[in-house]
């Protein structure tokens, strides 16, 4: 989590600038320009310089940017200097593939705990995730110390497993329900609307295509 208090605009758009600076290490590319990271991450260099000037002088005029200090310096704010155990809860179709995915591959996020209702999955490991049952998912939470919970569950139970969860101390959870789940302030929710997103995308197309 960003610990410094910026824009949520801009903690969303941390990620990013994360992932390609990965990229540019991988490649032992030294420096990159704002002009040269604007093209690539898609973001103005303007909203790149602001975003960046919430954290002090990160770059400097004429040089650009160190790649190897700049990821370092985002590794910290976004906690990639140390793995983060994070819970799943239904392993439907969409909770599978999650599983499958997994986060610690691309970062330093792993689905460390799965919970289903399902006897078959109940006590099994799937794709190197050892599966609860949900009448245990607060012990298990505390246990763990999971504090991130993803949801992938009907969305008629969806508010009775986000209390529970909140119980068993989680402090974030990723929403792919159609629920709008009731939380208290210190618990952060991420609703995650697939079909929202997908028809938001159809309608931009169909009025807003280039010509």
């Known amino acids: 989590m960003v610990s410094t208090k910026i824009p949520r605009a801009t ?3 941390l990620p990013i600038y994360y992932r390609y600076l990965s990229i540019l290490h991988d490649s032992d590319q030294k420096r990159v320009s704002s002009s040269s990271f604007a093209e690539a991450v898609q973001v103005d260099s303007a909203t790149i310089r602001r975003d960046l000037s919430y954290f002090g002088a990160l770059g400097k005029r004429g040089y650009g940017y160190d790649v190897d200090n700049l990821l370092n310096f985002f ?3 976004l906690n990639q200097d140390h793995l983060t155990s994070v819970g799943l809860v239904g392993l439907g179709n969409l909770g599978h593939a ?3 995915f997994n986060f610690h591959k691309d ?3 792993r689905i460390s705990a799965a919970f289903d209702v399902h006897e078959d999955m109940i ?3 799937q794709d190197g995730v050892p599966v609860y049952s949900v009448d245990d998912l607060q012990k298990q939470l505390e246990e763990q110390q999971i504090k991130v919970l993803i949801l992938t569950v009907p969305s008629s139970v969806a508010q009775d497993i986000c209390d529970q969860a ?3 101390g989680v402090k974030g959870i990723m929403n792919f329900t159609s629920r709008r789940l009731v939380a208290p302030d210190d618990v952060r929710v991420q609703n995650v609307d697939l079909t929202n997103e997908l028809q938001t995308l159809i309608y931009f197309i169909e009025h807003y295509s280039k010509e």
């Open 11 to 13: 903690a969303k758009r």
């Open 75 to 77: 590794k910290k704010i």
């Open 98 to 100: 999650l599983l499958n």
């Open 107 to 109: 970062s330093n996020v």
């Open 123 to 125: 006590n099994t490991v």
């Open 166 to 168: 909140i119980k068993g």
